[in-house]
């Protein structure tokens, strides 16, 4: 526990226990594994979690309560230098193709790096393994000089796991050089690079000549609001951790602010909850197989939502309640067991530029006062409704499309029933019929 100071963790283990942090006090969480282990962030001003793994929690794995306290220690501006020259998951050119990409083609360009290292001695690739512990130290002391850049890091013990083959046949007497693959360092199952894309056959999409979405690049680029989300950091940031098989993943409450980027939640009760006036900024995360909704919003949460593969879910997506008004851009919503994004009870949101499919319910279902902005979707492969609109739901949908009708025409969306079970379900009459301008 920590009140005014800063406390830091490296490759630690943690079970049935929990850290506790107040501002102004600040955290440095990197490579460590929490059993049944709860972390509790009180106003706090900055907190950085990272290359971490939350299994089995009981209750919320991370709490981030309270307004970032504007009493800021001495270690405030080390952690936001670290966060600045680190980098960063807003997206590029390249992650934008690549998610356009199917899986397979996907998997060829996203092809590992490679490295040159520089080994002391005459050993050959196959006794290099068996060198004594002196000219391991040695060969641990070189540089690692990556070929594609001309960048140079220091060479860690885990990039010997990698397989080694010779580079060419002119090597030096007394130098061999030896390239291997590597990745960066983590926890094994957050390394497969899942933000990229979805794992299930079949989630990459053609999109229709007649539908072409923009990028989350481009998105940002044209909306300042979003802009300044996606690269806002402030309370607590979470970066490349595995959340797994317990009850809830982060819980951001009373004005919190919280940042994840790059994680994995799955086999959750929930992944992520937002609540009384607090805002999360969620880039390129993986939340699927979870009990409940992945992201739920509710008492006026909001923030940013941008480019996760949200899937497999027991009940929706993303539910938007009580005057909650998050931005929802560029994800993919897809094979949940009811709808893919639900607004109700006075919720809002700004709905842009999404792949919402193959849900079993409707794509997005608006009931009980529910009145978001819908735009620019592409809605498809669902069981019942593209759009269900029930209970005085209300609402602004623009730039439809359903299967392309020719222009001038009207894309009718019949709201089929759905199953009548679950918080959000309420009765869709077989016989209503959206209609929405092409």
């Known amino acids: ?10 490759n630690c283990n943690f079970e049935n226990g929990h850290i506790q942090v107040r501002g102004p006090g600040t955290c440095q969480v990197k490579f460590c594994t929490f059993k049944n282990t709860h972390v509790f962030l009180h106003n706090v001003p900055l907190c950085v979690l990272e290359n971490c793994e939350f299994v089995g929690s009981e209750n919320n794995s991370v709490t981030v309560e309270g307004h970032p306290s504007a009493d800021k220690n001495w270690a405030y501006k080390y952690l936001l230098g670290l966060i600045k020259s680190t980098p960063t998951f807003l997206p590029t050119e390249d992650s934008d193709f690549l998610m356009s990409l199917d899986l397979e083609s996907r998997d060829q360009a996203w092809s590992p790096k490679t490295c040159d290292i520089v080994i002391e001695g005459s050993q050959s690739p196959t006794s290099a393994a068996s ?90 680029q044209k909306d300042k609001e979003a802009m300044a989300l996606a690269n806002s950091v402030q309370g607590c940031l979470i970066r490349k951790c595995l959340f797994r098989d317990g009850k809830g993943g982060v819980f951001v409450c009373s004005y919190g602010r919280a940042k994840m980027e790059g994680n994995i939640f799955r086999n959750l009760t929930y992944a992520v909850q937002c609540i009384h006036n607090s805002k999360i900024v969620m880039l390129r995360n993986d939340i699927y197989r979870c009990r409940a909704s992945g992201i739920f919003l509710r008492l006026e949460g909001g923030g940013l939502i941008a480019g996760n593969n949200i899937y497999h ?51 997005i279902y608006i009931l009980y006062h529910g009145n978001p902005v819908v735009s620019g979707n592409h809605i498809f492969k669902g069981r019942a409704a593209g759009i269900a609109v029930n209970e005085n739901g209300k609402g602004l949908i623009t730039g439809m499309n359903g299967n392309c009708p020719a222009p001038g025409s009207q894309a009718k969306v019949p709201c089929h029933h759905p ?12 016989q209503t019929v959206a209609s929405f301008s092409h």
Request: with cysteine.
């Open 1 to 10: 526990m920590t009140t005014a100071g800063h406390v830091q963790f490296d």
């Open 131 to 220: 060198s004594s512990p002196k000219s391991a130290s040695k060969a641990g002391s070189q540089e690692a000089e990556v070929g594609s850049d001309g960048e140079r890091g220091a060479q860690t013990p885990d990039s010997s796991d990698g397989g080694l083959s010779p580079s060419g046949e002119e090597e030096d007497e007394d130098q061999l050089m030896y390239r291997l693959s590597y990745q960066v360092q983590g926890p094994h199952p957050v390394l497969g690079g899942s933000f990229l894309g979805p794992p299930l056959p079949g989630a990459s999409i053609q999109l229709p000549s007649c539908l072409v979405l923009n990028s989350l690049q481009q998105e940002l």
């Open 313 to 363: 879910n027991a009940e929706a997506g993303v539910d938007i309640r009580k005057k909650s008004n998050p931005l929802i851009l560029c994800n993919q919503i897809h094979h949940g067991l009811r709808s893919g994004i639900v607004v109700l009870g006075n919720g809002k949101g700004i709905i842009r530029n999404n792949q919402i499919f193959s849900n079993k319910e409707a794509g």
């Open 419 to 430: 199953p009548a079970s679950g918080p959000h379900t309420a009765p869709l009459p077989p």
